[in-house]
């Protein structure tokens, strides 16, 4: 028995080998399954962030220790450690915001016994704040965090700046209190606005000049003044470019002055904000200074802006945001993104988007009303202040509220342009440039991609299939097939280059011999044909049936040439010497030299092949029975393929043109180096496209990780992975189908 | 038979059906050849014209270049855009593009010469033509040969002196170039790796001065050591300016260019057949082994040729096992069912995604998410600089090998499948076990099968370019990812591209005009590659279909 001991053991061994293999493939198999599926998941997690509401997260809630008087002025910085308030005396008080507790108090550079009777903001991305002051002048401060590390830790050092220095600016030289102020400021020229006792609008235009040192800085000051039509004004903005100035009172009649002559204001609009009725209770800018957001009694919040209306600005009503009912109080902007909180009478707190038209999360926030709202630089804090004058702190986790369906799909009406759009602009040199983030026009280069891809595709590449599964001898399929096969090997970056650097220049020089050859070629092939036909047999048995394509080939070369040959004499004789121009000229129709018909002929060269090899394969396996059963009825060769062969094939040709639309859809370098890749909205030939595909792979590397840009990026490959995938879902049912029907019969 | 009679046999109908087989097979074999010609062509010596050019009634100038390119025009549309053609142009003129160089001269590397307002052509045998490191190619008259300032050679000895001189200073240059990059870059890797180290410690609070000490050490000797090659340098540097030669160009101008600044010199025009060859042979080798100049458009591909092979191996490694592993437990392990045939449908629809969402979920997934934590674990010291959580050559290959992955499992699965049952059968009959039957009887028979799909993985991703341009790609990478500082084989590193070579250099480089013909033979030497592992995994496919044909009767 001792002899069957070893044996014993190694055949547990093997077992044991067994089970391990069965186990290790197992788990292997199911793991890379698992890693094929998790690209799905992973593109769909990145992409969720982009859908989801903001959050508010109550944060400390404090009355200041030290409270200044009545508060004109709320603001926080940017990493929501200090606020600043600022009161009617001209006192600042920078605060804690964990507690309330004083951190630093000065006393703002006002002439001897001036009190603050108004207050202005300058552009929500640059804190500066203007002080009206009751003897008619102006002071305008800045507040600055310096930051020190010391110990490796943040410390932050609150202080007060002149950007125009401590001396007070005369705007009333009348010396009456101000009743409102406004304040533009840039790098060479800044603007005061400010309403006087009498209802009168002073207007100072300073060009500021930087010194030799750069240390210091002169200015010149032009004062105009305007005498209104409109009583009891109590909103006054200049806007970002300082060419126009809004005139409100609280009824919500307006007024638009032209400032670009600062010297001589032009009335250029009068117009209601609000509706009958209906009160103007706040008026701020969106960052920028270009979009009015007015908010009313009804609590609804109206976004205006002006609109270029033969060379003059007209304000229009753009979008309305209804979805707080009670008085909106307070707007505040975010600095850097064309988002606002509104703040109501109820105590409720809105975050708004204005190009998604997104209310991100509306919140009570306090039992009463609320006086004044501050957004952070980051806008990832709002600091509220209500009426019974204690402060709250709400942290806001808002990513990304610039995307929602409609300002990805849907026409949108972006700042600064005339009517809505579908753009798509990810990115400027500018930082407070609205991004345009429409898949729309990107979506449809796709498909336009796709569609003249498949114009030159399908036809060529069916009916080189039936001939090739149907008609040719085997030993020139046995050719065929694998030169077919080269060519969807070859890579797309090659024919993307022939197509841009060769394909294009050569099409655009030979553009009537291209549409020539689409009626030459035929007409060439069909006479030939014919003219075969009537050769002698024993001159045509020298080609055996199945041969032709071999013949043709010296045909079509020479119909080609000819076709070209003869561009330039239709050229000279229809179109003025120059297709181009004549297009341009005489139909309108724009002209780029790596357009559609550059593309649908490079990619289309991409897809004949796997449109080939299926619907090949496809009329190859139709049982040949059937074929044979239809011939011995007597039909000829073509009744057989066309009422018995294409019609059982028919659903393998549809799965074809499925995968070949497909891979036509998702193809990269062709359309990338084929184009010009401008996100145009027309289906014209003669212009080129920017696809999904090709947008990721020009704007991808660029992208900061989580950024809106780049979830956006992945869900336009989302959006790809979608629709190839269905569509081959689709294509490979109906093979699968198909394969079923075959085997039965 | 009369013509509706034979519009109803059908037959012209089948006849237009072969069309379209002859119209996709030019198109592939003119594709082929266009690109074979343009190519090839590149390395060839061309001959050096010179003619006179008028450019108004009495106004011309002497041309010396290279035809590069020519096409027809009306006549009409060149009058319009301003140039003075003599009387009597006819309607059509054919427009020349003259390869000029001396970018350095005369600021533009081209000419465009209309044939109307040409001279006869000449082909002078003096006119030279020298290949420089930078500013592109230099053609004229040869006048002297200096040393040091002082003329050394005049008149027709100059051009064998210029020869002799040439080699002494591309073997200088060869010299200078080892030293630069081999050795200057080992100390500049060490230094950064000792620096590395140091930020180590001192992250994990273990910087005692002992080891502080040792480091500073190190560090003094890689200086030292540094400074003996610098000085080596200096010297070789020297030499290297020493010589330098004058000649006269098309504007009678008479320029010194110094030897140092020449890759080489040869007389197109007084070359014989078998000098031409020589100077072909030595072009072709240029282009497959030497790096890439002036900003990719002269010189060779090598590290893109390399960074391609590199790449490919990787994501074999991966592509492999996991293909592989996934096909045999699809077809061998898994019962099969609906939820088999779902798995199998999605396997065979990924092959149909495209490319840039592997990309896309490379870029996200393994760059920044797996890349971005293995810095934080293993890399502390390199931060905020990231070691893996940038694009490279790992990622690459990972997705590549992720996009290839149902290539290889299809085929695999196919080969799998066509193994007739009766083997399996007969293997398990004697007794062997489910995993041997598999080891020993099974995937040995579907090697080759195994081999189609890989090869099939390995042509398409060699073609690939565009997920590449998110997850590694780079035009010009200073470091090769395979050297001889350790750890040898740099994981993290970037790497250049032979498709992503074709693009940036056809569509992003400042000079298209001039890389043009190096873009053509970058294409031929990729389709070359990828047309030869095509024809492989057909006939091995096909070899192997008989096989089982043979097998199943």
Redesign the interface.
Known sequence: MSAFEPSLSYRRW??L??R???H???I???G??V?????FF??LL?VLPLFKPAEMEAGPSFSLTDAPQAIHYLTVDEYVEVGLAVDEAGRALFFSTADGHPLERIDIELPPGARVTALGKGDPAIEILALGLDNGQVVVVKPVYKISYPDDRRHITPTLEYPLGTDPIDLDEDGAPLRAVALQMGEEQATLAAVGESGQVFVANLAIEESFLGEGFSFEQENTVIEPDLDDIRYLLVSGPQTELYLANGDGNALLYDLRDPTEPELLQRLDLTPPGVRLTSLRFLTGSVSLMVGDSRGHIAQWFPVNERGRPRLVHVREFAEQDAAITDIAPEHGRRGFVAADAKGRLGVYYTTSERLLALAPVTDVPVAKVAVSPRADAALVLDAQGRLHVFRIHNEHPEISFKSLWGKVWYEGYSEPAHLWQSSAATTDFEPKFSLTPLALGTLKAAFYAMLVAV??????A???AY??SPGLRRV?K??????E??????????A???LAPYVE?HLPGIFASLLI??AG??L???LW?RLPRTLRAHVPDGW???L??P???AL?ALAMWLS?PME?LFFE??MRNWLANDLGIPFDQRNAIVVGLAMG?AV?PTI?SITEDAIFQVPKHLTFGSLALGA????T??RVVILTASPGIFSAVM?GL??A?????IV??ATGNTPVMDWSPFQGMRTL?AN??VE??ESE?DSTHYRV??LA?LV??LF??A???AA??VR?RLRKKYSSL | ?N?RA?FK?????????????????????G?LA??AARGLGHFWPHPVVAFTYHEGPDQSRRIIGEIQDD????A??LREAGYWLPDGTGE?ITRYLVKVGNRDVYGADFFSAASSNMGPWEYPRGIFVAERWEWGNFYGFLRQVKEAGHVVAEGDGAWTVLQERLSRVRELHDAIRRLEKDEIGAINYRMERLRLKERGYELDGELTPARKAEIEMERARLQREYETVQARLQTLYRDIRRDSFTAEVMTGQVVEIPLATVVRAYRPNAMGPFEKVGHYLAKLWEFVSEEPREANTEGGVFPAIFGTVMMVLIMSVFVT???I??A???R???KQGPLT?V?R??????A??????????G???FV?FLGGNIDRLFFPEALPSPTFGTPGILWASLTLA?LT??VV?VSTEEGLSRIPKSLREGSLALGA????T??RVVLPMASPALMTGLI?AV??A?????PL??VGVVKLAPALPLDGNFPFLHLERKFMHL??H??DV??QSPN?EAA?PL?YAT?LL??LV??V???TA?QIRNRLREKYRSLET
């Open positions: 093997r077992h080998k067994d391990l293999a069965k290790g493939v197992a292997g198999g199911v890379v399954i890693a094929i599926t998790l690209i992973y593109l990145v036809p060529l590449a069916i009916m080189g039936i001939y090739t008609f040719m065929v694998p030169t077919i096969e080269i060519m090997a070859l890579p797309t970056v090659i024919l993307g280059f022939l841009g650097l060769w020089a070629l035929p092939v069909l030939f044909a014919y036909q032709e394509p071999l043709l080939l045909v079509l070369a080609t330039y000279e010497g120059d060269f004949i080939f000829t060769p073509w009744q393929l066309t995968i497909g891979r859809v998702g193809e990269t370098m990338l180096m595909s990721i792979a991808m590397p990780v990026l992945f490959a790809l992975f190839t995938f569509v081959n879902t490979e049912m699968q | 038979m013509v034979w046999s059908g037959s012209p109908w089948v006849w237009l059906n072969a069309a379209a087989v002859s119209a996709s097979i030019l198109m592939v074999v594709l266009l690109i096409e027809e025009l009306p009409s549309r059509r096992p996991m293909g592993v996934a045999v437990y699809l061998e392990y898994a045939r798995i449908i999605s396997v065979n629809n990924l149909g995604v495209p490319s840039i969402v592997y990309g896309v979920f870029l996200g997934f920044y992720l992955l149902p499992i076990t489910k995993a041997e598999l080891w099939l042509a398409r060699a073609g690939e370019v565009a341009m998110l498709g992503f074709i693009y056809g569509f298209v043009r873009v294409a990729l389709v990828i047309v592992l095509n024809l057909i």
